[in-house]
């Protein structure tokens, strides 16, 4: 079946720093990936979403890439701040044909810890 | 703040009562879904409603029973449930598929619920 897993379960960084946060996935029917922030006492936050049709997708100080080939893809925080810091989950999404609906599997986070 | 609106955020009950828990969200997404998160770890999917019909129901024990009674609203009735219940219980909605991408997932901030 479906899985999303990320290498590193805690990153620790000082503030302005750049952070990744890297994802592995393993069904290639996964078309859609999405990054969410989750901070204590709150639900997931959407942060950039990429097709599988991109390799690459910049936000406002966030960046992901996807690397097909080796089903792979990342997180990227420039400037890193103390407000970045929350759990990171990756999520891979496939749509049954004909739905307007999609199927989420999650990776199983990163805590990402910002430094003043 | 969100746009999906979860109520309660906290629940505690015993074993033998019966509860809901609603969900709201006003954006005119067609899909929503129940998943259950423990702590620190990723959110795990359990229903999906899609045009107000239930369109996956992820082997949820019978004692979760969920209803859309319309497209804005989504509830989880619950009743006889056991300690190993206690999780943060989150919605979700998204618009699927539209103008021909994907559309994320958006999530509310959840309802801690705690069995006594």
């Known amino acids: 079946g479906e899985s999303v897993g990320l290498h590193l379960p805690t990153l620790s960084v000082q503030e302005g720093d750049n952070s990744i946060i890297n994802c592995a996935y393993s069904n290639s029917a996964s078309d859609y990936f999405i990054w969410y922030k989750q901070e204590s006492g709150k639900g997931p936050q959407f942060i950039i979403d990429?097709?599988?049709?991109?390799d690459k997708r910049q936000g406002q100080r966030v960046t992901v890439l996807l690397n097909k080939t080796v089903k792979h893809l990342s997180l990227q925080i420039a400037a890193t701040q103390p407000g970045d810091s929350a759990v990171y989950f990756c999520?891979?999404?496939?749509?049954?044909?004909?739905?307007?609906?999609?199927?989420?599997?999650f990776g199983q986070g990163t805590i990402l810890t910002v430094h003043p | 703040d969100t746009e999906v609106t979860q109520t309660p955020k906290h629940l505690v009950m015993g074993m033998t009562n019966k509860k809901s828990l609603k969900c709201e969200q006003h954006m005119g997404h067609r899909a929503m879904y129940w998943y259950k998160q423990k702590a620190k770890k990723p959110p795990e999917l359990m229903f999906v409603y899609s045009y107000e019909k239930l369109s996956i129901n992820e082997s949820v024990p019978s004692r979760f029973s969920p209803e859309c009674p319309n497209s804005s609203l989504l509830n989880l009735h619950l009743h006889a449930l056991q300690p190993e219940d206690s999780a943060l219980y989150l919605c979700?909605?998204?618009?699927?598929?539209?103008?021909?991408?994907?559309?994320?997932?958006?999530f509310g901030d959840g309802t801690r619920l705690s069995i006594l």
């Open positions: 990429i097709r599988s049709n991109m």
């Open positions: 979700a909605s998204s618009q699927g598929f539209l103008f021909g991408r994907n559309q994320p997932q958006h």
């Open positions: 999520a891979g999404n496939t749509f049954a044909g004909g739905t307007s609906y999609g199927k989420l599997t």
